[in-house]
Nanobody
């Protein structure tokens, strides 16, 4: 089991940037696909981005392509989400997730989840 703790959320103006971090504990971090999801008030949780265990493969929701970048630092057991050109519709609680399977993680059924960090984008 991998334990996950997110940080880096906050309030930012539209057009601004934030970088979220997800610190993972557990010796199997390097073999897990990692991802980010978000949930806005009154909406279902949705997939944002994912990165394979090797870092060779990345996946993005269409709504964030070209604006968000996911990366991982295996030495630090940390995955990042760099968010640029933020829009008010990006406002949500962002969750980090992990699973040995990329497919399972990207469908929202990941084995491990963090507690979430709030991102608010003002217009």
């Amino acid at each position: 089991q991998v334990q996950l703790v997110e940080s880096g959320g906050g309030l930012v103006q539209a057009g601004g940037s934030l970088r979220l971090s997800c610190a993972a504990s557990g010796r199997t971090f390097s073999t897990y696909t990692m991802g980010w999801f978000r949930q806005a008030p009154g909406k279902e949780r949705e997939f944002v981005a994912a990165i394979s265990w090797s870092g060779d493969n990345t996946y993005y929701a269409d709504s964030v392509k070209g604006r968000f970048t996911i990366s991982r630092d295996t030495a630090k057991n940390t995955v990042y989400l760099q968010m640029n050109s933020l829009k008010p519709e990006d406002t949500a609680v962002y969750y980090c997730a992990a699973d040995p399977s990329s497919l399972i993680l990207r469908t929202g059924r990941g084995r491990s989840w963090g507690q979430g960090t709030q991102v608010t984008v003002s217009s």
